[in-house]
């Protein structure tokens, strides 16, 4: 799972939402909004299955301190190796 797919959705679930502000009955912007809902947090539990926590509230006994326990992207580690193949540091 990349993280910036995890963005996108939420970039995505923040502007449905912020036009709901103001459509509130606006079905299929609720519609798409849900399906949104769905797909972030399935991305969300992908990503932290695989890598570690992505916030510090969802931290729990079960996943621990992971990002502690292996190498900052410093010393040549990475986040389910997204930096190597997606990322430019230059």
């Keep these: 799972m990349n993280p910036m797919n995890i963005y996108e959705l ?3 679930l923040d502007e449905v939402t912020l036009f709901l ?3 509130p009955d606006h079905a299929e912007a609720l519609e798409h909004y849900c399906r949104l809902k769905q797909q972030y947090a399935q991305a969300v539990k992908d990503y932290e299955m695989t ?7 969802r931290v729990h006994n079960d996943n621990d301190w992971k990002w502690v326990k292996t ?5 040549g580690g990475c986040l389910c190796g997204t930096m190597k193949s997606d990322c430019n540091t230059r």
């Design 10 to 12: 939420g970039f995505a």
């Design 71 to 75: 190498p900052w992207p410093w010393e």
């Design 21 to 23: 502000d103001t459509h």
């Design 51 to 57: 890598c570690a926590p992505l916030t510090i509230d």
